[in-house]
């Protein structure tokens, strides 16, 4: 079955440090998305980044990065010089399309705190 | 701004009630699904709508049921209200052609 683990709960960090959220994903589909959402109080999810499974090209935007591994099946996100904005839950999420249904298997997210 | 609007923002309800949650599409967004997030937890599919049909659900009893109309936008109705459907309500739509899933910023339903 498809499945998402992020086995970091909370991290807290200080401001400035470096941080990376772990992300571990089990499916059968060849074909299949990666993304991860950050929560902030308000609850919206807000799209941070998107990985097709032939992509694994990683990335660097800014403060963030990204490293995807088929090998490991693993997609973890790096946030560097962490500020208290950054203070939010992140959810990494795997598309799943079944005979006409798309939809995400979220994990259970990981509560991140930047403390100043 | 991801052009997903859900109203109302906080429902409180008591058990065994009904409540019927909306949600407006982003324009152009023939398919909507919606997400049932308890609290600490990542968001649940509940269903798909495309072309006013279900066409896809999750593990949800069938108390919790949905529409969507011609102007794709959708609803969310639950009967008979329990305790543990206190959550987080998130409404999201796409294109067919579309991977990413836009999200609405949700209804927090509390059933007391």
């Known amino acids: 079955a498809q499945k998402v683990t992020q086995a970091q709960t909370e991290i807290s960090v200080v401001e400035k440090e470096d941080v990376t959220l772990d992300c571990v994903y089990e499916?059968?589909?060849?074909?299949?998305?990666l993304f991860w959402y950050k929560q902030p109080p308000s609850g919206e999810l807000v799209f941070l980044i998107r990985?097709?499974?032939?992509?694994?090209q990683n990335e660097i935007s800014g403060r963030y990065s990204w490293n995807f591994q088929k090998s490991t099946s693993s997609f973890n996100f790096t946030i560097t010089a962490s500020q208290v904005v950054d203070s939010a839950v992140y959810f990494c999420a795997l598309s799943e399309n079944t005979s006409g249904t798309y939809k995400y298997i979220f994990g259970t997210g990981t509560r991140l705190k930047v403390l100043a | 701004e991801t052009g997903v609007t859900q109203s109302p923002t906080h429902l409180i309800k008591t058990r065994g009630q009904q409540v019927t949650l909306r949600c407006s599409s982003q324009s152009g967004h023939n398919t909507v699904s919606w997400y049932q997030q308890a609290l600490g937890q990542g968001p649940q599919f509940i269903f798909q709508?495309?072309?006013?049909?279900?066409?896809g659900r999750g593990n949800f009893p069938p108390r919790f049921s949905g529409l969507q109309f011609p102007n794709y936008s959708s609803e969310l109705n639950v009967n008979a209200l329990e305790l543990d459907d206190s959550a987080l309500y998130l409404c999201a739509s796409r294109t067919g052609q579309n991977e990413k899933l836009f999200f609405g910023s949700g209804t927090q339903l509390s059933v007391l």
């Open positions: 709508y495309y072309r006013e049909e279900e066409n």
């Open positions: 990985r097709n499974s032939f992509d694994e």
């Open positions: 499916t059968r589909d060849t074909t299949y998305y």
